[in-house]
């Protein structure tokens, strides 16, 4: 359970100088917090900042996915709902199914406070499919001590595919806080898994003053559990909330044996998620990350934006598995409840273990190429230093998906690496070398929603350094420039992605999906994601504008470039829907 909305650390900083939604932690806004609250700001159908293929429900606050999962043909997404106000509070369950990840139906909430071990809050957590077929959620409880709580429930009709009602057993809790055990931090269970031993184990993430743990524990009937001896893993981090744990392959096909696990967890102090793979015994129930991965805050991320609180699940429909994570609002408080919603859904991603194994690589599932629509196409155009040029023949650049490949001409350009950068994070390397900052080879890359004069724009960017044995690529997502609206959070996000671009003959590839407010991008084929909120106010619907621009020294060439209008998912509250 993601419960400290917004608190990066540098974004704490401008909440004391204005009044940005980056609220400290887990706060309630009692006077938001009815239906009455939001009634004279209903959700307009034409609001130009709402999306329009990813997930998010008609009104209201959402954060985290749970209980992911698929059954019967049916994808399942839980998430993290305030079913009154567009603000972090009355937390359930809410439901929303698909049959294609694309389009989606919500239904009433799945599970929301009804007994003493949630009637403070039902928080985040994770499904398990049992081996008759049964459905099962382990979720984090709040009772009424305060205390966090691990609950579990069950379909009430196994044969409806849409599982609409769930049972609470009245044996709830089924995993409570020990003396040992902080019971003010202690949440989100993974989806569970049985060891050879007919033991079923999950994680639970929690902590010991500023050491973050994943927290094993283990059943024989899903009812009554217990916990290992010592902690899957740890580090000095604080709070591990939303940890996942899963195998990955580590060669397509792999058999039992040939698979490294992952091991995810949320970091509540930075707002960040990092995660490592490595071997996992479960005899001895230890997890060893592999030696060449950074551990704690140096480790690899999924997403190097505003991605937060993920969630994996195996699809057994296609053979692979499925990332969800939430995307939070970078606007402020009273701008939530303007809109009258808050929170989106990042495009549902493939994931899998990269060919050299050095990291996972993640890229948009095939279903949303069905919206694609109008089509345009740019090859082989030279794009000399300092110049731009618009792509025309979108509909609306404010609703698209963008695929194109880069190649640097003149390598030998590249600015030196500065030693002193080697220990700083590629987010603090992008804030020095924004868009704006003339470069050797880069930045190049795309500007989204981008308003016709210029003056609103996010660039999407490449920049190439040499180092001392290599080239080092820089991948940012650059807001700076993106709205004339006051109170907005618009920090540079960045990473490094792990290519060897001399290999590729100055080649980079980018796919940028552009939703109004979401700039979700994916570079190097999968290996860099970085997700940016903004909030044009003039690049707004078919105002926006899209362009490529080169400010290095080098020439750049696009050696093709695919551009797609696209078409709205369908978001209905009609089952009917669904069935057609």
């Not at 057993?169 to 003396?179: E, G, K, T």
């Not at 591990?240 to 744990?245: I, K, Q, R, V």
């Not at 994601?529 to 078919?542: E, K």
């Amino acid at each position: 359970m993601a419960i400290q909305p917004r608190t990066w650390v540098v974004f704490l900083l401008l909440a004391l100088l204005s009044s940005s939604v980056a609220e400290a932690s887990h706060r309630v806004f009692p006077e938001l917090q009815s239906l009455d609250a939001v009634a004279d700001s209903a959700v307009a159908v034409d609001d130009p900042l709402r999306t329009g293929f990813h997930f998010q429900p008609p009104s209201h606050w959402i954060n985290d996915p749970n209980g992911v999962m698929y059954y019967k043909g049916v994808y399942h997404l839980f998430y993290q709902y305030n079913p009154k106000a567009a603000v972090w509070g009355n937390i359930v369950w809410a439901h929303a199914v698909s049959t294609d990840l694309v389009n989606w139906v919500t239904l009433q909430p799945a599970i929301y406070p009804t007994a003493p071990f949630d009637v403070n809050g039902c928080w985040s957590g994770s499904a398990t499919v049992l081996p008759n077929g049964t459905p099962a959620i382990m979720y984090t409880g709040i009772d009424g001590d305060g205390r966090q709580v691990q609950n579990v429930a069950y379909p009430k009709d196994l044969s409806d595919p849409y599982l609409r009602e769930w049972v609470k057993p009245d044996y709830n809790p089924v995993i409570a806080p020990d003396a040992r055990v902080n019971a003010t931090a202690f949440r989100d269970p993974t989806t569970a898994w049985r060891g050879p031993d007919g033991l079923w184990r999950l994680v639970i993430g929690t902590k010991d003053n500023h050491r973050g743990l994943a927290v094993l524990y283990r059943s024989r009937d899903f009812q009554r559990w217990a916990p290992a001896r010592r902690a899957l893993h740890h580090g000095n981090t604080g709070m591990w909330e939303c940890p996942d744990f899963y195998p990955v392959a580590t060669t397509p096909g792999a058999v039992l044996g040939d698979v490294k696990h992952v091991l995810k967890v949320s970091l509540d102090l930075t707002r960040f998620e990092y995660y490592t793979f490595g071997a996992y015994d479960h005899a001895t129930e230890t997890y060893v990350p592999d030696a060449a991965l950074p551990d704690g805050n140096d480790g690899l991320r999924y997403d190097y934006g505003n991605f937060y609180a993920s969630k994996t699940f195996l699809d057994p429909a296609k053979q692979r598995r499925i990332l969800w994570g939430w995307a939070n609002e970078s606007d402020s408080t009273a701008d939530d409840v303007r809109k009258g919603w808050a929170g989106v859904q990042a495009i549902p991603r493939k994931i899998w273990l990269a060919p050299d194994g050095k990291q996972l690589m993640q890229w948009p599932v095939a279903e949303v190429e069905s919206l694609r629509g109008n089509h345009v196409n740019i090859t082989d155009k030279l794009v000399e230093s300092g110049s731009y040029f618009e792509v025309q023949g979108l509909m609306s650049p404010a609703q698209a998906d963008v695929e194109v490949s880069f190649a640097a001409m003149d390598l030998d350009k590249a600015e030196p690496f500065d030693p002193a950068w080697r220990g700083a994070d590629a987010q603090t390397v992008c804030a020095a070398r924004g868009a704006d900052v003339k470069g050797g080879v880069g930045p190049f890359g795309l500007w989204v929603l981008a308003s016709d004069e210029l003056k609103e724009r996010t660039a999407v960017f490449f920049r190439v350094f040499k180092a001392e044995d290599k080239h080092v690529v820089l991948m940012c997502n650059d807001p700076s420039r993106s709205s004339y609206a006051d109170h907005l959070y618009k920090p540079t996000f960045a990473g490094f992605i792990d290519v060897d671009i001399a290999k590729t003959g100055g080649k980079i590839p980018l796919r940028t999906l552009i939703d109004h407010s979401m700039v979700e991008s994916f570079g190097g084929h999968g290996r860099m994601s970085i997700l940016s909120r903004v909030y044009p106010t003039r690049a707004v619907g078919d105002k926006a504008r899209l362009y490529v621009f080169n400010h290095g020294e080098s020439d750049v060439k696009v050696t093709h470039l695919n551009a797609y209008d696209m078409r709205s998912a369908k978001i209905s509250n009609e089952i009917d829907q669904l069935i057609r």
